[in-house]
């Protein structure tokens, strides 16, 4: 069965603090998906990033960052230097390359960055 | 890159009366879209996937009576929120994926509804 966890509920720093969202998946397909969701207070789910199965390697777009371990079926999440508008609910996610492409989605991680 | 809309974004009702949601696909054909359901401080979880022209596939534990979707278009799919109760309050948000992009979904901008 699909399974994503964040074992993390609540994770609360300082500005300009490093911080790492875990994200653990369980899945018996090779070819899945994985993805990250920022949602503000307000609601909506921004994108964050996706990755494939298949693609490993890691990435960083601006003050975030991807560590993907398939050894670990692990998908971390690292915000560098964090800053106030960071506070949100992160979620991870996961989807199979079957037919359906439902989304399977972690608890959420609430984040947030203290002034 | 796509947008999906729903609409409304806030909707306040009354014990028994039905409220519709929709989600809409701005700039792309959707032949399939999906409806999820947050509560508070909790998950997303999925409660039905929304099939252009055909029923829509609820996932176990979903009423079927009580949460009623329509996908009338490639671009429009709608759920109603029948005799809705205090206990529907909730997110609801919905997606879509634009086959002309890489693979990924795309979400609305969800509806908070609170039934008194």
């Known amino acids: 069965a699909q399974k994503v966890t964040q074992a993390q509920t609540e994770i609360s720093v300082v500005e300009k603090e490093d911080v790492t969202l875990d994200c653990v998946y369980e899945?018996?397909?090779?070819?899945?998906?994985l993805f990250w969701y920022k949602q503000p207070p307000s609601g909506e789910l921004v994108f964050l990033i996706r990755?494939?199965?298949?693609?490993?390697q890691n990435e960083i777009s601006g003050r975030y960052s991807w560590n993907f371990q398939k050894s670990t079926s692990s998908f971390n999440f690292t915000i560098t230097a964090s800053q106030v508008v960071d506070s949100a609910v992160y979620f991870c996610?996961?989807?199979?390359?079957?037919?359906?492409?439902?989304?399977?989605f972690g608890t959420g991680t609430r984040l947030k960055v203290l002034a | 890159g796509a947008v999906v809309s729903q609409h409304p974004s806030r909707v306040i009702c009354k014990s028994g009366t039905s409220v519709k949601i929709e989600c809409r696909s701005l700039?792309?054909?959707?032949?399939?879209m999906f409806w999820y359901r947050q509560f508070p401080k909790k998950s997303l979880m999925l409660m039905a996937t929304?099939?252009?022209?055909?029923?829509?596939?609820?996932e176990q534990g979903v009423e079927k009576d009580k949460f009623l979707i329509n996908h009338a278009s490639l671009t429009l799919s709608t759920l109603t929120v029948t005799s809705a109760h205090p206990e529907d309050s909730s997110f609801y948000i919905c997606?879509?994926?634009?086959?002309?992009?890489?693979?990924?979904?795309?979400f609305g901008s969800g509806t908070r509804l609170t039934v008194v």
């Open positions: 997606s879509a994926r634009d086959l002309s992009e890489n693979y990924g979904y795309t």
């Open positions: 899945t018996r397909d090779t070819t899945y998906y």
């Open positions: 990755r494939n199965s298949f693609d490993e």
């Open positions: 996610a996961l989807s199979e390359a079957g037919r359906t492409y439902k989304y399977i």
């Open positions: 700039d792309f054909q959707a032949t399939t």
């Open positions: 929304s099939n252009e022209g055909s029923k829509a596939t609820y």
